[in-house]
Every structure is written in C-alpha cells, then in structure tokens.
C-alpha cells in the first residue's frame, strides 16, 4: 500500500472512531460513555474531539522521521479494542439492525440521484456544493475516480444526521408557504 493510501486509512478511523460513539450516544445504541471500555476511555477518549486530538498527536509523534505511519503500541491496541467494542454494541446492535433494510433504500435513493446530478452536471446539487467544489479535495481524485466512485465515498463521508438530512430533502415535499399560512390560520 502507498503511504497516501495508508495516510486515508488512518484518517478514516480516525473520523469515523469517535464520531460513531457519539451517534450511538445520541440514539440510545449506549446509555453513556461510561460503557466504553476503561482503556479506550483512559488512553483515547470518548467525545468526538478528544479521540480526534488523541489519535493525530499520537500518530504525529510515533510517525514523524519515519518511513511509516503508525499508532504506539498503546494507542493501537486501544483502537483495537475500541473497533471490537463497536461491532459489538454498534455495528451489530439488533435495534440497528432491525433498520437494515430502511437504511440500505435511503442508501439507494441517495445513490441514485447523486449519480444522475454528477452525470447531469447539477451544479445545484449538494454533492456538487458540499464534494465536488472543494478546494481541499485533490484534483487527481476526481480525474482518477469514476462518479460511481465519487458519490460512494461523498456518501461514506457523511454523518448520520447529514444522510437523514439529505435523504429528507430529497424525499420530502417542502412545505409550501401561503399568505394565510403566515397569518396563523
């Protein structure tokens, strides 16, 4: 693996590690964050920030001058268990999973019609706005990467509130409003 595709994998365990406690929090997945395990909380963290913080000061200082990327021995046994603990009370929670089937057509309606805006060229569209139009993001990704490719991983990148989001947006007839809408009536 290039060192570029090692420093993505990093990255995506570090976005997504803390940000799935939190969700899993926020839902009711896991009563408090006191039921991660004490190492993970001890040596990572449990809010979002504080994994995020944790985990690139640690990766920065076992890495730099290296000619590898890495996690200490601590910290990567951490992440470990903090991967187990997830596919355990996340990944593989029954009321997560009773959802499957809801989740994967929103997955599909969204693919879809990311698809068809990117082949379109909907400039209005929001992978256009919130992807596609960033400056951050690489110019080779977009030369290298096929739009299937492109909206997987604009999918793969949001938030379950985002993708609730704009699942609704794209679903959802907007409310129309009148004059004696806005008169109360």
Known sequence: MT????????ADT???LGRDIQDAIEIGLINSDSEVPERC???IGTKNDEIINSLIIDLVENSYGQNHISYSKEISESVKEYKEFNYEYIYHNENLLSQKEKIETMY?????????????EDKTSKIYQHFINLDWISKDYFENSSPAKQVRDYIAGMTDR????????????????????????
């Open 3 to 10: 060192m570029e595709g090692c420093v993505v994998r990093f």
């Open 14 to 16: 570090i976005a997504y």
């Open 41 to 43: 909380r001890e040596n």
């Open 108 to 120: 599909k309606i969204l693919y879809k019609k990311f698809l068809d805006d990117l082949r379109c």
């Open 162 to 185: 985002y993708f609730e989001t704009m699942f609704k947006e794209i679903m959802f007839p907007k409310r129309v409003t009148t004059f004696a809408n806005n008169r109360g009536m």
